[in-house]
């Protein structure tokens, strides 16, 4: 049952995530609580059919309709893009666009109206949820970091992988010098009672926790958070070669990260206002190129 609800407990992220215009404060609550809870969770490991294996996968939407209730406006009203199997994808758009609502969607944590949302080419209503969330792997904005030490906080999702795979997510997210750097390397305490991470660190081990479980899709709603030049460096390094293995959807706030993207959904109104390659659309689409001046450079 232990198990269980970690997976549950895994797999949903904070409510507060869910809610738009949630303030800080509650966020640093939500996931105060959560570190509590799972902190007052027995150890125990997850099971094995958390993990996901297999190829990279593509996800589509097509004239998705979706609004959060029937008095609620609607966010979604005709959605049309196409994520092809790996490589980089990036999703741009004003606040209040829609952009989180399309990883609600694709986790299934809400249903789409009208449309068809097809992940790996199968209608995502004909997936079983567990194969679905267990083919997705999804890093939050400004994921907290779990009280324990760094393996803990690497294996929490994944208590199965080997030693080998753990030092691989290790090297592919460029943890090597945190890991050099701690006292006790991987067994150091991380976190509110340990050594406390930056927030280009702690994206970093969100995303190499992500990793071990081998997702198909990884969401990645990137940190609005100021990373230094180093770490903003290593956050592109890390996102380009996770990209060259499968397949990465990210909610991009760092120019970095748009102008490596394969393909930038630009979103808006309800829809897609435009798909195309940061130098395509910085000479095409007069919303990108104010957000590009404004919202990247400075976020
Ligand atoms: P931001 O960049 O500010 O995060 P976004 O493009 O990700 O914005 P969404 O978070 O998808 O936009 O929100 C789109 C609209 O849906 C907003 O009007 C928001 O208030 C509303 N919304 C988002 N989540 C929920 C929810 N769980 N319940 C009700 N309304 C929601």
């Known amino acids: 049952l232990i198990a269980f609800l970690l997976y549950l407990f895994y797999l949903v992220p904070p409510i507060g995530q869910l809610v738009q215009g949630g303030v800080q404060l509650q966020q640093g609550l939500a996931a105060m609580k959560r570190i509590k809870e799972i902190e007052d969770l027995p150890a125990e490991p997850v099971s094995a059919a958390v993990a996901g294996t297999g190829e990279p996968v593509g ?22 893009f196409e994520v092809p199997p790996g490589g980089l994808t990036a999703l741009v758009g ?54 324990g030490t760094l393996r803990e906080n690497l294996l929490f999702a994944a208590r199965d992988a080997t030693e080998d795979e753990l030092l691989r997510a290790v090297a592919r997210t460029r943890l090597d010098d945190l890991v050099d750097r701690l006292p006790e390397g991987l067994e150091t305490p991380v976190g509110h009672r340990g050594v406390l991470l930056s927030g280009g660190e702690r ?18 709603d990137e940190a ?9 460096l290593r956050l592109r390094e890390v996102i380009a070669e996770v990209a060259a293995e499968t397949t990465v959807l990210v909610i991009a706030h760092r120019l970095s990260t748009v102008t490596n993207a394969d393909r930038i959904v630009v979103m808006e109104g309800g829809g897609v206002r435009a798909v195309g390659t940061h130098e395509s659309l910085v000479g095409e689409d007069e919303l990108y190129r104010e957000l590009a001046a404004t919202q990247f450079l400075v976020g």
């Open 203 to 220: 994206q970093r081990v969100a995303i190499a926790r992500a990793l071990l479980r081998k997702p198909r899709l990884l969401l990645l």
């Open 59 to 80: 996800v589509t939407f097509q004239d998705v309709v979706f609004k959060y209730g029937d008095d609620r406006p609607t966010v979604h009203d005709g959605v049309t």
């Open 94 to 147: 004003p606040s209040g666009a829609g952009k989180s609502t399309v990883f609600a969607l694709i986790e299934r944590f809400y249903d789409h109206q009208k449309g068809l949302i097809t992940v790996g080419g199968r209608d995502i209503r004909d997936w079983p949820l567990g194969e679905l969330r267990a083919a997705l792997g999804y890093v939050e904005q400004d994921a907290p970091v779990l009280a």
């Open 224 to 232: 609005t958070s100021q990373l230094d030049a180093v770490n903003e």
